[in-house]
Each structure stands twice: as structure tokens, then as C-alpha cells.
């Protein structure tokens, strides 16, 4: 890390653009990218969005006709008794004496095409596809804020990165200045100015040193196994993505958390119950539909036989019909459907309805509170850290200047070995503490617009 920081730091706080922005290089916007679109999360959700505007395009094909094919074939066989009370005419006659019994049978055939179109659904229609149009609306608004948290992991994961290379940097240089010091003592201990006690102090710090690198080699190793779960990117790739880490700079101008997508998705879904409101409220109102057929029906071979008796005389009658046909049957008509008493159901349903907007709304101004309070807290710790920063700057500038006057008295014997190394560990905790209060100003700003809902207007690339 330059030690310019400090300097830019305090520049950039002088000197703030109207629209602050969050930089990336390319290899950062490629990772974050690659983790938007690998992203199982915004796939489901996705999926969800693309659902809910099938059932919208259903609702409002129910204004599309429905045709209605129908084809049936049939035999008939069947026995007719028939018994007449008998008369007697005033010659002495008697009809209709006895039972008599008709044994028939035919073939039937129909066919016909029925069309039937709604033509006024009470709006139930309408307010039921306004309704799923808002829930889309408030899903993509969801979407929007998963994307932001993944943006925020991603560039969050790779400063981590960054805080273990300085770490193991940190770990590298005082390795160097504690190889020589071994050998500075190891050669003043076979001339008797030094004692071993030195010897062992120093190789107590190294073997801490050992510590905190296979503690270094362990956090990049998970951080590594995240970055690969977030973007599906190789070791080189994860590599091969470079950025200054400069501290995030926003203004306080401006900042409203009233375009945060977690808040205008409540919006939305409170749009879609007012709509769906309507839509019971629908109900009361009548149905009109229109519908027409045309259609063929045919009976055929027509046989009826029988051994009645007529005026007491008993005969064998047998009676045919070729074709008994009705075609073509056109039919047009309009119909109404009126549901007048429904037992109280459809007043309880728009009661139920009401209900769920009071929730909605109550839900709405308690989530319009602690989204301005998330955003005053992240501002304030935002302010915070990049104050910090500044003081981290000037301790490490102190804790190196510390190490080069330690060394030397060291040499001199002004100072102990103990005291030698805890200026050494000074400068290691300085150096580190820096990166880390830079990496947590980053995150802060990068919560703090993401509380705004604006993260994606923030950001831009880095030539």
C-alpha cells in the first residue's frame, strides 16, 4: 500500500465530485459479472418473474374464445311397452285391449363445434392482471437487491484477498530483518557480546511469524473456496484480479433510503392487493358471455317391431326410418351469469382482502424506519472509518519510523532484544491495521448506498 494514501485520502475529502462513485477495474466488473450470472439465487429468481408473467398472460387470455369440439356415435336397442286403458266403442269394439310391447332399434351420430367468449367479468379480469403486473414489478425489485448483496460479497471477498497480500507481505519483510538479526547474534554470541536468551527471544518471534503465515495460508484458502462458489473463476483467475484499494468516498447529500428496492417491492405488492381488492369486489357484479355452435345429428336405420292388438285382432307391425337428420344446427346467444347470495363468502374474501393492505401498509412504515436508521448508522460508521484511516495512516508512519530507530539502538545496545521485537511487531500490527480499517471503509460505503438502493448507479469503471 503507497504511503501516498493519506494524502489522497484527505485530497479526495477536500475535493468531492456532485456524484460520488465506486470505481472498478476490469477484472473486478468481470468477477462481479460472472457471480451475477452463476448466481443461483437471481436464477430462482428469475424463474419466479418469468412465472408470474405466465399466469398475467393467463388471466387475460381468459377474454380469448374457447372452441369446443364434440363428435359421438351411438347404437340403440331397446324394448317399449306400452298399456293404454282400454276403450270400448259403441259398436261393442274394444281398443287398446291388453299390452303392447316394441322392440327398436337405431344408430345415432352427432357432431358440433361450440365457441363461447367472456364478454364483462365484473373487471375481475383486468384488476386480477394489473395485480400480477405489480407483483412482477415488486419481484424484479427483490432481484435488483440480490444483485446488490452479490456485488457487495464479491468486491468484499476480493479486498479480503487483498488483506491477507498484506499480511503475507508484512510476514515476508520481517522474516528478512529477523534472518539478520539471528545472524548478528549468532555471531555476537561466539564473540561473547551477546547471550543466547537473544538467540531464543528472536526465534520465538519467528516461529509467530510461522504462525500467522500458515493462519494467512489457511483464510485465503476458504476465501479462495468462496470466490470459486461466487463466480466458478479458477485459482489464476482469482488471481489475476488486480485494483488499487482506495478508500469508497460518498456524500451525505442526497442519501434517502426511499429508492431502496426491498421498500418500492412492498410498494409494489401493496398495489397488487389494492388491485386485487377490486377484483373481489368484482364479484358482486354479473358475468356476460357470449357464445355460439354449429352442429350435425343424425339418427339412422330406425327398426321398431311389435305383435299388437288392434280391435282384437292381433297383427305384426314393423316400422323403418331411414334418416332422421338435423343439420347443419347454427346457434348464437349472449348469457348472463348473476351470483346474487353466496352465503356471506364473497363478503368475508374482500374483508380478507382489506386486512392484507392494512398489513401491507403497516409493513411498509415500519420497513421506511429502519431503512433510515440502517442508513444513519452505516453513514456514521462510514465517517468513522474514514477518519480512521487517516490515524492508521500516521500510526503506521510511526510504528515504521519506531522499527528504524529500534534496529539501530538495537546494534548500539541501547535497547533490549524484547524491546527490539516489539517494535517489530508493532509495525506489523500498524501496517495491517491500515489495509483492514480501509477494507471495513469500503464495505461501509458500499452498505451505506446500498441502503439507498443506488448501488449499481455508483458504480463505474476504472480506466
Known amino acids: 500500500m503507497k504511503k501516498t494514501l493519506l494524502c489522497?485520502?484527505?485530497w479526495a475529502l477536500t475535493f468531492v465530485p456532485a456524484q460520488a462513485q465506486i470505481g472498478l477495474s476490469n477484472s473486478l466488473e468481470q468477477a462481479i459479472d460472472k457471480a451475477l450470472e452463476k448466481s443461483a439465487t437471481v436464477k430462482n429468481q428469475q424463474y419466479d418473474i418469468q412465472k408470474l408473467e405466465l399466469q398475467r398472460k393467463g388471466v387475460l387470455n381468459t377474454y380469448l374464445p374457447r372452441v369446443e369440439g364434440t363428435a359421438m356415435y351411438a347404437y340403440l336397442d331397446n324394448r317399449l311397452t306400452v298399456d293404454v286403458p282400454t276403450y270400448s266403442t259403441f259398436w261393442g269394439a274394444e281398443l287398446f285391449e291388453g299390452k303392447s310391447s316394441f322392440d327398436n332399434s337405431a344408430q345415432a351420430f352427432h357432431a358440433g363445434l361450440t365457441a363461447k367468449v367472456p364478454l364483462f367479468t365484473g373487471m375481475q379480469v383486468p384488476n386480477g392482471a394489473k395485480a400480477l403486473k405489480?407483483?412482477?414489478?415488486?419481484?424484479?425489485?427483490?432481484?435488483?437487491?440480490?444483485?446488490?448483496?452479490?456485488?457487495?460479497?464479491?468486491?468484499?471477498?476480493?479486498?479480503?484477498?487483498?488483506?491477507?497480500?498484506q499480511a503475507d507481505k508484512l510476514i515476508k519483510e520481517s522474516e528478512i530483518r529477523l534472518d539478520k538479526e539471528t545472524q548478528r547474534v549468532e555471531k555476537a554470541i561466539s564473540l561473547g557480546l551477546a547471550?543466547?536468551?537473544?538467540?531464543?527471544?528472536?526465534?520465538?518471534?519467528?516461529l509467530e511469524l510461522n504462525s500467522k503465515k500458515v493462519e494467512s495460508r489457511g483464510n485465503?484458502?476458504?476465501?479462495?473456496?468462496?470466490?470459486?462458489?461466487?463466480?466458478?473463476?479458477?485459482?489464476?483467475?482469482?488471481?489475476?484480479?488486480h485494483y488499487e484499494l482506495t478508500p469508497y468516498l460518498i456524500q451525505e447529500a442526497g442519501l434517502s433510503s426511499s429508492e431502496k428496492q426491498e421498500l418500492k417491492a412492498l410498494e409494489s405488492f401493496k398495489t397488487a392487493l389494492d388491485y386485487l381488492l377490486k377484483k373481489e369486489k368484482g364479484t358482486f357484479l354479473p358475468t356476460v358471455g357470449a357464445f355460439a355452435g354449429l352442429s350435425y345429428?343424425?339418427?339412422?336405420?330406425?327398426?321398431?317391431?311389435?305383435?299388437?292388438?288392434?280391435?282384437?285382432?292381433?297383427?305384426?307391425?314393423?316400422?323403418?326410418?331411414?334418416?332422421?337428420?338435423?343439420?347443419?344446427?347454427?346457434?348464437?346467444?349472449?348469457?348472463?351469469?348473476?351470483?346474487?347470495?353466496?352465503?356471506?363468502?364473497?363478503?368475508?374474501?374482500?374483508?380478507?382482502?382489506?386486512?392484507?393492505?392494512?398489513?401491507?401498509q403497516t409493513k411498509i412504515d415500519d420497513t421506511k424506519e429502519k431503512l433510515d436508521l440502517l442508513l444513519n448508522h452505516n453513514f456514521a460508521k462510514y465517517e468513522v472509518l474514514l477518519e480512521k484511516i487517516a490515524i492508521a495512516e500516521q500510526?503506521?508512519?510511526?510504528?515504521n519510523n519506531n522499527l528504524t530507530m529500534a534496529i539501530k539502538q538495537y546494534q548500539q545496545g541501547l535497547i533490549t532484544v524484547s524491546e527490539r521485537l516489539e517494535a517489530e511487531n508493532d509495525i506489523y500490527k500498524a501496517a495491517l491495521n491500515k489495509v483492514s480499517t480501509l477494507i471495513e471503509q469500503r464495505l461501509s460505503a458500499i452498505e451505506t448506498i446500498t441502503t439507498t438502493g443506488q448501488l449499481t448507479h455508483y458504480l463505474t469503471k476504472n480506466n
Open 8 to 10: 489522497g485520502c484527505l
Open 134 to 165: 405489480q407483483k412482477i414489478e415488486g419481484t424484479e425489485y427483490l432481484l435488483a437487491s440480490q444483485k446488490d448483496d452479490i456485488i457487495k460479497e464479491v468486491i468484499s471477498s476480493f479486498d479480503q484477498i487483498s488483506l491477507l497480500n
Open 195 to 206: 547471550i543466547p536468551y537473544d538467540r531464543d527471544k528472536i526465534k520465538y518471534a519467528s
Open 220 to 241: 485465503r484458502k476458504v476465501l479462495y473456496q468462496k470466490i470459486r462458489y461466487l463466480t466458478d473463476y479458477s485459482d489464476q483467475e482469482i488471481e489475476s484480479v
Open 297 to 360: 345429428t343424425s339418427i339412422f336405420d330406425i327398426n321398431a317391431s311389435s305383435n299388437a292388438t288392434v280391435l282384437g285382432v292381433q297383427k305384426e307391425i314393423d316400422l323403418k326410418l331411414n334418416e332422421l337428420t338435423i343439420s347443419p344446427n347454427w346457434m348464437f346467444g349472449v348469457a348472463l351469469k348473476w351470483e346474487i347470495f353466496s352465503g356471506l363468502e364473497r363478503k368475508h374474501k374482500v374483508e380478507e382482502a382489506q386486512i392484507n393492505i392494512a398489513q401491507m
Open 395 to 399: 500510526q503506521e508512519k510511526i510504528a
